[in-house]
Every structure is written in C-alpha cells, then in structure tokens.
C-alpha cells in the first residue's frame, strides 16, 4: 500500500500540538498506559493491543501488549483511517478489504488479519491516535466489545491530560519565582517544594519535601481568625505572616493541594514582624526591628504599642486598636510616628486579630514598616518621657477618618484581603504593608491625575511602565504593528515558524505612548515566538464600536492548560526581565486595557484590548499610512 493511498489527515498541525502538549511521544512505557492495553486485550480476547499515536511519518506505540515492535511507517497503518474519520474502525478481515489487503503486515509478518481501534479524541476534538486491538486470525466484532473499546480510548485521553496537567504543575512549581509547595490532602505530607519555598523557610529543598504542614505552621493559640492568613515559622522559628491561597489537584497519583504562601510583604528585610496580647503589650517582635529602630528587640518585648509612638500619636494608636477589637474592621492599617534611637521614624503598622475558638479576641499579629526615612527629632519628641499611655478604652467611638487611618468601605472589608480571592490561587495583589497614601499617589499618578481628578502640580515620579504623557501624539497603530513584525521577523526563533498577519488596511490613528506599545505587542510576539518550535505565529488587529483595540497574538505553540493560564500572567517573576507577560496584564490595565489568554485551537491566544487614547477621546487628526 503506497504512502499516497493514506487518508489527507489535514489536522496534522493541530495534532502535532496536542502531542506536544501531551510531552508523550518517545517517553518510556507507563504502568497506567499498559493496564489499558492489557485490559482491552483480555475483554476482547485478542492476543494483542496498542495505543497508537500519530507522528508526522510514524506511527508511534505508547503501549504494546503482545506486540514487539514501538514504530511503523505511516504507510502500513491502519490507524490513520480512524484517526482521519474520527470514528471506530472495524476490519474483520484484512485480507477482503481493498484498503490493507495488500499492506506488508497482512501479506507479511506478523500476519494481521483482524483489527479494531477506537480514535483518542482531546478534549479540544482532536484525533491524535488510536487504541486498538489486533488478531491473526478472522473474527466478528459485536456493539458490546466497541462499546468497552471506546470507553477504554476515551480512559487513555483522560490519563494523558492527568499526565500533562501534572507536567504543568511539576514545571509551574519549579520554575515559579514565588514560593510553592505541593501536600497530601490526608496528613499534609510534602510532595514537592520549590527553592522559593525553600528560600522562604529556611530548609534545604530535601529537608522541606520530608516535612508536614504542622511542622511549618505556627501554634494554633496565635492563628489569625481569617482563613486566607496564617502565621506559619521558619527554621528559626520566627513567625512568618502570610496569605495562603490553595488548589486541589492530582500529584503521583495523590490527592493533593498546591499551596502558594505568599508573604504579607515583599520588604521582609526593612518589615518587622510582631504579636501582642489583648492590651496591646509586644510579646514578640522580629529581628528586623533593630534594623528599623536601632534597638534590639529584647529591650521592647513586654513594652505596650502605644509606648513605642510619640505623644501626639498616643491617642489615634489607642483608636485603631480599640476599633479592631470592636471588630469593626478586619485588618486595621494605621501610620505613626515611632521612637528610634536616632529620631522618630513613621511606621505603617497593619494589625489583625488573633481569636480563640469561641471567637473571642486574645491578641494581635501584624507587622510595621517603614513608609519615610529618619524625621529629625522634634524638641517635644526630644524632651517627651517614657510615661505610660493611657489605657485602652473599653467601648470607644469610631475613630475620625484621618491621613494616618485607612478606613475600609462600609462593609467593612479591605481592599487588600478580599475574601472573593480565596478561589483563586495565582490572584496578584499589591504589596500588603505599602503606605495606603503613597498607593493612591502612586497609582493615581500613573493615570497623570490625583485624586480630584486634575493633574498634580508635584508628587512622586510615576512608575518605569506607566502612560506619563497625558495626550501623547496621534499615530498610525496599523504602521507600528507591521513595523514590530517585520522587527521580529528579521530573526526568526526557529527555521520552521512564520509569523501571519491579519491586519487591517486602514491605519488606526491612537493617541498612545509608542513606546508602551512596543512593550505590549512586542513582549506578547516574543512569548509566542519563545514558545513555539514551528508553525505560525499570527497577529490580527480589529476596531470596535467602542472605539476600543483588540489585538490577537496567536500561536501554535504547546499551549497552557486553561487553570494555569493566570499563573503565566499574574505568577511571572517582575525582577527577572522588564517585559513579561505579569509586566503586560498590569501594564495594560494601567493605560484602560486589558489582556486575556484562551486556549487556541493548537497554542494559544492571547487578547489584548487597548483604548484609542489613554486619556481622553481619541483625536481625528489623520496619521500616515503604512507603506
């Protein structure tokens, strides 16, 4: 049977796809793989099964039971006929069927006579090879052993998307700059851990993976009452605040969490760390507290709170704390002016309830950090004594909202710790214990706006990847983008990738900052350049009645399981490149746009929305056209 006789098999790309994505091909031989063959053998009494997958020019076994051989030609298949139709195929004498009659497997060794296979169909709808069974001898094959055929294919997909959603999992964990670990759901025994969490905990990678989750975790007497916060400690014992976010998953065969602790600060070195009881008295503060005050710790555990602020700061100390204990906020962020042995220094202190069972509160954990350098000490600060302070009233009236308390919204949440994140285990989130003034400032500027919605007169730079020019110069985005790809394309990351377009013809005046375009399109073209082998790499642009941008980058790359997709935008590490796809989501997001990323249906694509202006209406004002 020649080569040309065979079936079109016109999805061959987006097949070659899902075998990537399945990183199965070539790999070693499976228990899981070859209880299914053996099963399928001996429900059907054949002395021989396969799981076939389709190559380019081969056909390639996963499992062989009672067969000798891991490879054939295509050209001597009879798989690629139930993989181009999509449906079980049935040949119960090989011998009268003009397709394989003549083929060297039935002339010849091992002399088929009867085959069945049933297609493995992703879940996408694509056929990438087949299960099948095979007999030297003429038989009939009834509606009971196709059925039992068919639901034996469809066991081998499901283990195959186990095998790559654990592959993803095992990479995500390793290579993820956060910190990461993977625990039994019965005994909280590690799995793995990454050198993040490594680095977190203070353990070697081989003493973490032999741990337990109790032993990480601090006495349940100073838990915090809300569930996403927890207090675990290092290898030292220092208490280690952070948010945890959690996902149930299947890892070697367990049923498993994959947990990401992520510290409530990502300034450990200059945040100090600290636990008080109901009355506000330090029983514990972290070793960064000699760094920030000049003192060591010993000499202020058993001091009260309010004993370590100036005078003036005394009574509004009192207030936040006498409101967290009247619950009426769940995390309580206050700025004050604390005592140092070189000054005063204004610390943003973030405190939250620790309560025992019957909910009662016992005591707080929190942590102080830094939000300006040294104030010179004021001649009230110079003569003020270590008088204790007042105590804390028992029913106090709400605290008057102030520059140095933050107040939360009336349902008294915070905009931090929303506990709609809980589900979602990659969710971003600011740094916890940043001054909430210079957050507003900060992100306000970005936008070249304060708070009242003019333009500042002074304040503090905006950030390196924020819009700065309020109505930045009109100019063509359909020239810019043919620009960026014609850039890309002068260095193709591999022989066999081309890059489409899909542009539109007419230019698309937009009045925003080319060089942050550059950044969103050209990093969203470099991922998809980096991560596909070949194939294509196509990007389209489209205008909406809206007057918003869409632009598409898509590519055939091995794709991204769709619950893992957020890692790859919100997980990305932002001190390892400039440009990442963390770097294109937030960007993005910060000019009025948006990014998404889908599953293609080989690769993956990712959407990115851009307004025409990002600051006011788009201008008429013509721009050149591309040439």
């Given amino acids: 049977m020649a080569s040309s006789d065979l079936p079109p098999l016109d999805d061959t790309s987006e097949r070659q796809a899902a075998l990537r994505r399945y990183h199965v091909l070539d790999t070693a031989p499976e228990k899981k793989f070859d209880r299914i063959t053996g099963m399928a053998a001996k429900v059907c009494d054949v002395p021989a099964a396969l799981i076939t997958l389709i190559d380019e020019e081969r056909q390639w076994f996963k499992s062989c039971f009672g067969f000798d051989q891991r490879q054939t030609d295509l050209d001597v298949s009879f798989c690629v006929y139930a993989v181009d139709a999509g449906n079980t195929l049935v040949v119960e004498d090989a011998t009268n069927d003009p397709r394989f009659q003549d083929n060297p497997l039935v ?102 993976s032999s741990m337990t989750t109790d032993a990480l975790l601090a006495p349940p007497s100073v838990q915090p009452s809300r569930e996403t916060l927890s207090i675990h400690e290092d290898a030292d014992g220092a208490p280690l605040p952070v948010r ?63 004993d370590l602020v100036v005078a003036a700061d005394r009574a509004a100390l009192d207030s936040a704390l006498s409101a967290l204990h009247e619950e009426q906020a769940d995390v309580r962020h206050h700025v004050a002016s604390f005592r140092t042995a070189n000054g005063r220094r204004d610390l943003a202190l973030r405190a939250q309830l620790v309560q025992a069972a019957e909910d009662a509160s016992i005591g707080i954990v929190g942590t102080l950090s830094p939000v300006s350098g040294e104030v010179p000490r004021s001649d009230n600060a110079a003569n003020e004594t270590a008088d204790a302070p007042a105590t804390l009233p028992s029913a106090p009236d709400p605290p008057t909202p102030s520059a140095s308390v933050s107040t939360e919204d009336a349902s008294g949440t915070d905009d931090v710790d929303d506990d709609s994140e809980a589900c979602n285990v990659f969710s971003p989130s600011l740094p916890d214990f940043q001054n909430p003034d210079e957050a507003a400032a900060a992100e306000t500027a970005a936008n070249g706006v304060d708070a009242g919605g003019s333009a500042p007169a002074q304040g503090p730079a905006p950030p390196d990847d924020a819009a700065t020019d309020p109505m930045p110069e009109a100019f063509s985005l359909t020239a810019h983008l043919h620009a960026l ?18 542009l539109p013809d007419s230019s698309c005046p937009v009045r925003l900052d080319p060089s942050i375009v550059d950044s969103l ?69 910060r000019i009025g746009g948006s990014l998404n990323m889908e599953d293609a249906t080989a690769g993956t694509r990712f959407q990115l929305t851009l307004p025409r202006s990002s600051a006011g209406t788009p201008s008429d004002a013509a721009s050149p056209e591309p040439e």
């Fill in 244 to 306: 945890v976010r959690t996902e149930d998953i299947l890892y070697d065969g367990h049923q498993a969490t994959l947990v990401v602790p992520q510290p409530l600060t990502d300034d450990t070195d200059t945040t100090v760390f600290f636990r008080a009881d109901r009355d506000g008295t330090v029983q514990s503060l972290g070793p960064a507290w000699t760094e920030v005050t000049g003192r060591p710790p010993g000499e202020t555990v058993g001091t009260p709170l309010s």
């Fill in 107 to 208: 002339t010849g060794p091992p002399h088929i006579r009867f085959y069945a296979g049933a297609p493995l169909t992703t879940p996408n709808g694509i056929h990438i090879g087949t299960l099948c069974i095979i007999d030297y001898e003429t038989r009939t094959f009834d509606a009971a052993q196709r059925e039992i055929l068919e639901n034996l294919a469809d066991m081998v997909v499901e283990q195959s998307e186990l095998r790559s959603a654990e592959r993803q999992i095992r990479q995500l964990v390793g290579e993820n700059p956060q910190p990461m670990y993977v625990v039994t759901q019965t005994g909280g025994r590690l799995l793995d851990a990454n050198l993040a969490a490594s680095e977190l905990y203070g353990y070697e990678p081989a003493v973490l």
């Fill in 485 to 502: 790809v014609d850039d890309h394309t002068d260095a193709p990351a591999h022989d066999q990738l081309y890059i489409q377009r899909s």
């Fill in 521 to 589: 399109i050209g990093t969203l073209l470099d991922n998809a350049l980096t991560h596909t082998e070949k194939g294509s790499v196509t990007i389209g642009m489209t205008v909406d009645d809206e007057e918003e941008v869409h632009i598409e980058v898509v590519d055939t790359g091995t794709g991204v399981e769709e619950r893992f997709m957020q890692v790859y935008m919100d997980a990305a590490n932002p001190s390892a490149s400039p440009d990442n796809l963390q770097r294109v989501h937030r960007l993005a997001e």
